[in-house]
T-cell receptor, first 114, second 111 residues
Framework: DVKVTQSSRYLVKRTGEKVFLECVQD?????MFWYRQDPGLGLRLIYF???????EKGDIPEGYSVSREKKERFSLILESASTNQTSMYLC?????????????FGSGTRLTVV | GQQLNQSPQSMFIQEGEDVSMNCTSS?????WLWYKQDPGEGPVLLIA?????ELTSNGRLTAQFGITRKDSFLNISASIPSDVGIYFC???????????FGAGTILRVKS
């Protein structure tokens, strides 16, 4: 069964901490994405990557950075966590092949910053 | 960024009722997708639509790609308690691999 795996389901971090959210996919997908999900706001794109070592800003990149050193892994970094970054974070991947561009999502990481 | 207008925002229906939700956009899309998110999980793809006018079914779900390519709807017939969740529409334009998501429709079913 193909998967996108997010390393933690729940995280509690303190304000000012550096936080790493990890995402791994086993489908050899070229594209990977990080979203945050907040009630009433839907899914908002933070960063995405179309290839190894490549990254592009999404709609809300402020306060975040990403790293993609290997094709299967896409990390989201909160340089200095703040309470307004408390949210559900979703990682997704997709392939350029076969004419279908649907995303496969991970189960999400619920981050609380206190 | 681009926006999709998804409605309704939430629905609270009786088990057995049919459900309808839709998405509209000011931009043309060449692919429309519908996802469902169960509580505490990530969204899962339900239906993908690739051609204007296409009508596709998946069990009790039916979705259509609007003729203008700027809208799509999802119908769920004879709802059951496990239909509870958040339903998202998503569109993809001709450029790039990025999807644009609607804000979601929260579905609650009363049994």
């Amino acid at each position: 069964d193909v998967k996108v795996t997010q390393s933690s389901r729940y995280l509690v971090k303190r304000t000012g901490e550096k936080v790493f959210l990890e995402c791994v996919q086993d489908m050899d997908h070229e594209n990977m994405f990080w979203y945050r999900q907040d009630p009433g706001l839907g899914l908002r794109l933070i960063y995405f990557s179309y290839d190894v070592k490549m990254k592009e800003k999404g709609d809300i990149p402020e306060g975040y950075s990403v790293s993609r050193e290997k094709k299967e892994r896409f990390s989201l970094i909160l340089e200095s966590a703040s309470t307004n970054q408390t949210s559900m974070y979703l990682c997704a991947s997709s392939s350029n092949l076969g004419g279908t561009y649907g995303y496969t999502f991970g189960s999400g990481t619920r981050l609380t910053v206190v | 960024g681009q926006q999709l207008n998804q409605s309704p925002q939430s629905m609270f229906i009786q088990e057995g009722e049919d459900v309808s939700m839709n998405c509209t956009s000011s931009s043309i899309f060449n692919t429309w997708l519908w996802y469902k998110q169960d509580p505490g999980e990530g969204p899962v793809l339900l239906i993908a639509l690739y051609k204007a006018g296409e009508l596709t079914s998946n069990g009790r779900l039916t979705a259509q790609f609007g003729i203008t390519r700027k809208d799509s709807f999802l119908n769920i017939s004879a709802s059951i308690p496990s239909d509870v969740g958040i339903y998202f529409c998503a569109g993809q334009s001709l450029k790039g691999n990025k999807l644009v998501f609607g804000a979601g429709t929260i579905l609650r079913v009363k049994s």
